[in-house]
Structures are given as C-alpha cells and as structure tokens.
T-cell receptor, first 114, second 117 residues
C-alpha cells in the first residue's frame, strides 16, 4: 500500500525547543517537499529535495533544517530560531525528470508551541 | 500582485448546482496547473491536473485553462454536500531560470466551498 506517512499527527513544543517531524514515502519518488500552512492561507514551501543528499531552500526556510540521507525519508527540524512555528506542516513527494510532476501529500503534522 | 490568486469566497451553492472556482496567475512561464481539495483538518488531495489550453473532464469535475488570459478554473457539476471543502489552485513552472525542472508549486490562498442541501 503505497503512500506518504508523517508523524506525529500532533506535536506540542515548548519555547526554545527543537523538534523533528518525520516524513516517509514508499512511492519510489525522487523528490520530496515540506510545506507550511497557516489558518486560512495556502501552502508555503519550506525546503525541497530532488535527490538523496541534496536539498534546497524554499520560500520560508529560516528557522528550519532538513536532511535527505535516504530516498524514502525527509525529516524536518523546527529549530528554536523559528519565531512563529505553530502551523500545519505538510510533506509531499513527486517524480522528477518531467515537466508535469504531480505532488502528493502526507496527512500532515499539526505543531503547537506552548 | 499575488502570484496565484483565487476568488475570495466563501462560495455557497445548492446541492445539484454547478460550482465554479477561479484562479489567475501572474507568471507566464507557468506550464502545469493543479486543483487540490482540502477537507477541514486534513491534507490536500489532488483532484485535477491540466497542462494544455482547453477543457479537461474527469467525472463531475472539469478543469479549464486559458494561458493567454492566465486563468484556470474548476467546475463541479451536480455539486454534493460531500464536495464542501477548501479548493486550492497550484501552479508550476516547467523550467526555472537555470533550465532545470523542479517541482516547486505556488499555491493560491484557497476558496472555501459549501454545498447546502
């Protein structure tokens, strides 16, 4: 059963803590992405990776970090430098090499800063 | 001007009517266009992709693309209460300035659709 999994579903963080959100896919997709969604708004790109051991900053990378050590996994760390981290975080994946690569999303992680 | 702009909504239609969702984009280099449906508290689900001018139909959904006018729309025929959701328009360039292809999508802010019985 192919798909994208994210964990945890809900995450609570204290001020000053780093937290790591997990994203795993078994779709054999090369590209993976992290987005952030705030209430009533569209999605904004945080980081993306087209291949293992390579990743690029998106539009709002400040305060976040990622790694891509395996094709299946693209964890996102929300650091204490992120000023307003409370949001819905979405991981997506797609094929690469074409012009029309559709992105598919995981179920998301809702992060709340206490 | 926002890169991708959707009609502000919320949009309310009676059951059985046609719901029309609109999206304009500013980047003429955009080549791929997507409509996602997002139920409250859930992640976006891809429902339509369109790449060429004209109409593309899939069941009750029709996507319409007009690149000259930089306009893409989604029509939902015979709307059902289960269609009530936020609909997100997303746009992708075929190539970035360096000539490489990557999957960056730019999203609109979404339109909330309510279908009432």
């Amino acid at each position: 059963d192919g798909g994208i999994t994210q964990s945890p579903k809900y995450l609570f963080r204290k001020e000053g803590q780093n937290v790591t959100l997990s994203c795993e896919q078994n779709l054999n997709h090369d590209a993976m992405y992290w987005y952030r969604q705030d209430p009533g708004q569209g999605l904004r790109l945080i980081y993306y990776s087209q291949i293992v051991n390579d990743f690029q900053k998106g539009d709002i990378a400040e305060g976040y970090s990622v790694s891509r050590e395996k094709k299946e996994s693209f964890p996102l760390t929300v650091t204490s430098a992120q000023k307003n981290p409370t949001a819905f975080y979405l991981c997506a994946s797609s094929i690469t090499g074409g012009d029309y690569n559709e992105q598919f999303f995981g179920p998301g992680t809702r992060l709340t800063v206490l | 001007q926002k890169e991708v702009e959707q009609n502000s909504g919320p949009l309310s239609v009676p059951e059985g009517a046609i719901a029309s969702l609109n999206c304009t984009y500013s980047d003429r280099g955009s080549q791929s266009f997507f409509w996602y449906r997002q139920y409250s508290g859930k992640s976006p689900e891809l429902i339509m992709s369109i790449y060429s001018n004209g109409d593309k139909e899939d069941g009750r959904f029709t996507a319409q693309l007009n690149k000259a006018s930089q306009y893409v729309s989604l029509l939902i025929r015979d709307s059902q209460p289960s269609d009530s959701a936020t609909y997100l328009c997303a746009v992708k360039r075929a190539r970035d300035a360096g000539g490489t292809s990557y999957g960056k999508l730019t999203f609109g802010q979404g339109t909330i659709l309510t279908v009432h019985p």
